[in-house]
């Protein structure tokens, strides 16, 4: 087993910070959290990410951070795993080949939903555990979870896991099309290398209502009331 871990040299270049200064008069989009109306989503933290990515191994410290002061404050943190299916379905063959395409369909694991999470995570009693069968946790009537934080009366969520610029970019910019105030986490999101996590959290930046990419650990004191 894989124990080594790395945090990725985030960052977003200055100009993009003054664009969004000149646009709406201050750095970030969202000022302030009401954290039980705030939702930790954790994306894709499982063996098969975790174990093949020193990266993903070295957000777990941030996520558990994160997770422990949320849950303190009274909101919820969801789990959110990969179904074994493949991801882009009836297409998964073709586009990844059909070898790619069934390991990509085995990638949830085997057992309970809590079970799959990488162990050194813990989901906790009231913590939402829920499957997704696309990239995005909050595409239409792939996952559960939009509604379960619907029921909660959640307008903000914190997005991290891994990958940064796939599942967890693909999950920010779906909850930000339904309205939600989405806020991407740079040390808590793993990618494979620095240009690629670093290239989302450009990205996502540019998207008006996907509140500020590039939030770390050290900006969650808001939820520790």
């Known amino acids: 087993m894989?124990?080594?871990?790395?945090?990725?040299?985030?960052?977003i270049e200055p100009r993009e910070y003054a664009r969004q200064e000149e646009r709406r008069g201050r750095r970030h989009a969202y000022e302030s959290?009401?954290?039980?109306?705030?939702?930790?989503?954790v994306i894709d933290m499982v063996s098969f990410f975790v174990e093949a990515n020193p990266y993903a191994r070295g957000v777990v410290p941030n996520i558990k951070r994160i997770?422990?002061?949320?849950?303190?404050?009274?909101?919820?943190v969801a789990w959110v795993l990969p179904a074994n299916e493949a991801p882009l379905g009836s297409v998964s063959s073709e586009f990844y080949g059909p070898t790619v395409s069934q390991t990509f369909a085995a990638?949830?694991?085997e057992g309970s939903l809590r079970s799959r999470l990488w162990h050194a995570l813990d989901a906790r009693q009231g913590d939402l555990v829920v499957e997704k069968?696309?990239?995005?946790?909050?595409f239409p009537g792939r996952s559960p979870l939009p509604g379960l934080l619907a029921e909660?009366?959640?307008n903000t969520v914190l997005i991290t896991g891994t990958l940064t610029n796939v599942c967890c970019e693909s999950s920010a910019r779906d909850a930000a099309?339904?309205?939600?105030?989405?806020?991407?986490?740079?040390?808590a999101n793993a990618a494979r290398r620095d240009q690629d996590h670093n290239a989302a959290l450009a990205m996502l930046a540019s998207l008006s209502r996907s509140g500020h990419s590039g939030g770390s650990t050290r900006d969650w004191s808001c939820c520790q009331q």
Not at 67 to 76: E, K, N, S, V
Not at 133 to 138: G, L, Q, V
Not at 177 to 187: C, E, Q
Request: net charge positive.
């Open 2 to 11: 894989q124990t080594d871990s790395k945090i990725h040299a985030w960052r």
């Open 33 to 41: 959290l009401d954290p039980v109306r705030t939702a930790l989503i």
């Open 67 to 76: 997770a422990d002061a949320l849950r303190t404050a009274g909101g919820p």
């Open 107 to 109: 990638t949830g694991g």
């Open 133 to 138: 069968t696309a990239y995005s946790a909050f």
């Open 152 to 154: 909660r009366g959640i």
């Open 177 to 187: 099309t339904t309205g939600l105030r989405v806020l991407m986490v740079a040390d």
